[in-house]
């Protein structure tokens, strides 16, 4: 099978599917997009016109979790737990892990100060649930890597360049969140997932935003 990953370099979907494909060990070549100009090849793939797309000897899968979904059922090992109920309950942390990204989304793009430290800690009441329903570590099922250590590995490099900017106090007094923290930075699936100028393009992209983050980070600098 040949993967073609449509890609753009900040999209946390992609990380999840190129997270994925590596520890399926599945190679595959990335075309990065500009979504501010979405190409018509991507649009008539990508019926909501959002990356990722992979591409499966050309045949088009649009959805992270749907294409995770299949690339857990084609290769091995499986991100998913023998146990039905478990899996189950893996998928409605999945989803979890979407909110929280909804959540970063609405953080980095409050136009006020105060509604920007709302978000803040709504995004650490939501981690404070993690740590409540956290198991024994390194990784969400203790040694077995999972489908949820894939959903949250883009979560906590946002928090890298967050914390760059401010201590906003996302994972105090968090010990069980912030130890899976390190050992999803230190898993090479997830350290490759992203660009090696990931941090900077990151930082980048919020400075120019207009929001009361880019305000931060211009007062920073
Ligand atoms: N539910 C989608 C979300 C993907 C998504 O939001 N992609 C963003 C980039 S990170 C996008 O393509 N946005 C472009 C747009 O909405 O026009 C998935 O899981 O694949």
């Known amino acids: 099978m040949r993967y073609t990953l449509v890609s753009h370099k900040l999209c946390p979907y992609v990380q999840r599917v190129a997270i994925t494909l590596a520890e399926k060990r599945l190679p595959f070549e990335r075309i990065d997009i500009d979504l501010a100009k979405k190409p018509d090849w991507f649009l008539r793939i990508s019926p909501m016109g959002k990356t990722p797309v992979l591409l499966v000897d050309g045949e088009a899968i649009f959805e992270s979790a749907a294409i995770c979904e299949y690339l857990d059922e084609c290769a091995v090992p499986t991100l998913h737990p023998d146990d039905a109920l478990r899996r189950a309950r893996d998928r409605g942390w999945m989803e979890f892990g979407s909110s929280m990204l909804n959540a970063i989304g ?43 250590d894939v959903m949250f ?49 990151l930082r980048n992209f919020l400075l120019a935003r207009g929001s009361a983050l880019s305000a931060r980070i211009a007062a920073a600098m």
């Open 153 to 201: 590995g883009p979560v906590f490099r946002y928090l890298d360049v967050f914390d760059d900017i401010a201590d906003f106090g996302f994972l105090t007094q968090l010990p069980k969140v912030s130890a899976w923290r390190v050992a999803l930075c230190e898993r090479a699936s997830i350290r490759y997932a992203a660009p090696p100028d990931y941090r900077i393009a």
């Open 106 to 148: 609405a953080f980095y793009s409050a136009a006020s100060e105060s509604a920007m430290l709302e978000w803040a800690q709504e995004i650490r009441r939501k981690f404070q649930q993690l740590e409540a329903a956290f198991e024994s570590g390194p990784y969400f099922h203790g040694e077995q890597f999972s489908m949820v």
